[in-house]
């Protein structure tokens, strides 16, 4: 078969006659007049059109997805992957941006913080009886409740009069890294038991509380003098935005969360008027 395609190659410009013999049936011979030339023409035409409809089924029907269904498969994971990570990536720069935003409205503004009557000052006011008279005498002898729960105004000589800072450390523990804003750490590591309670450093409103993908939950607070107070790293948050709090307030419990937590420990920062503080000069370890 070999040479007899050699033979019609080297005669491809030539007619050729083909005879096919039969023994069985002597005298029937059948003859072909054929060209070479066009037979292999035809031949590598019908491949071609062969090669374009195989490939067409493959591309166009569920047989492709059999012989590529493995790498398929992965490069699907690795994009829906891909598609996960940008947008974690993209929902924390967005509660970061609502974080900055909060923030330079209370610098611009230079909002102190007032805080609205709850139970703890309506129990404090129950129990100074003389120093009713006194305050109440102040306001013209109005009803000192009447006016708490108008919610005008709220003042009393201790809110006053006490110094915030310096305050307690949010949550007792060992300080495992210290401030170092050259690297980026703008605040100290406390590292604590997972749950503990995290504690207010001084009266405020919660101006920010929700979970970002490097830090886990956080809860930031203003307080008066244009101070925020940032804690990070949280299991859980127990106040809200737009919520008063009290020195003392438990804001949230000790956690691990964030892709930049190594271990349970609080990540606590100090903002005055936009720029961050060394916290050695507002609390007492």
């Known amino acids: 078969m070999k040479s007899f395609i050699q033979k019609l190659f080297k005669e491809r410009h030539k007619t050729v006659d083909i005879i096919l013999l039969d023994d069985t049936k002597p005298g029937q011979d059948n003859s072909y007049r054929i060209k070479p030339n066009n037979l292999f023409i035809s031949f590598l035409a019908l491949s071609v059109i062969f090669s374009i409809v195989v490939a067409l ?3 166009l029907t569920p047989l492709g997805g059999f012989l590529y269904s493995t790498d398929e498969a992965e490069i699907r994971n690795e ?7 940008i947008l974690s990536l993209q929902d924390s720069l967005d509660v970061r941006d609502q974080q900055l935003k909060d923030i330079k409205k209370v610098i611009r503004l230079n909002q102190d913080t007032t805080l609205s009557l709850d139970e703890r000052l309506r129990v404090f006011s129950e129990n100074s009886g003389d120093n009713k008279t006194t305050v109440s005498s102040t306001f013209n002898n109005l009803n000192i409740f009447d006016q708490f729960e108008s919610g005008n105004f709220v003042t009393t000589n201790i809110l006053k ?9 949010p949550v007792e523990g060992t300080k495992t890294r210290e401030y170092e804003p050259l690297d980026g750490h703008f605040g100290f590591d406390i590292a604590t ?4 309670r995290i504690a207010n450093v001084a009266d405020g409103t919660v101006i920010s509380s929700n979970w970002t993908i490097d830090y886990g939950y956080v809860i930031s607070v203003q307080h008066s003098g244009g101070i925020v107070s940032t804690y990070k790293h949280c299991s859980k948050l127990y106040k809200a935005k737009g919520q ?5 307030d438990i804001l949230g419990l000790i956690g691990d969360t964030g892709i930049s937590s190594s ?12 720029v961050s503080q060394n916290l050695i000069s507002y609390l007492i370890f």
Do not use: C, T, Y
């Open 244 to 248: 008063k709090v009290l020195k003392g």
């Open 193 to 196: 038991k997972e749950n503990e």
């Open 161 to 169: 009069n006490a110094s915030d800072f310096p305050a307690k450390v």
């Open 57 to 59: 089924v493959f591309m």
């Open 79 to 85: 994009i829906q992957n891909i598609s996960k990570r």
């Open 263 to 274: 271990g349970p420990h609080l990540h606590f920062e100090i903002w005055k008027n936009g």
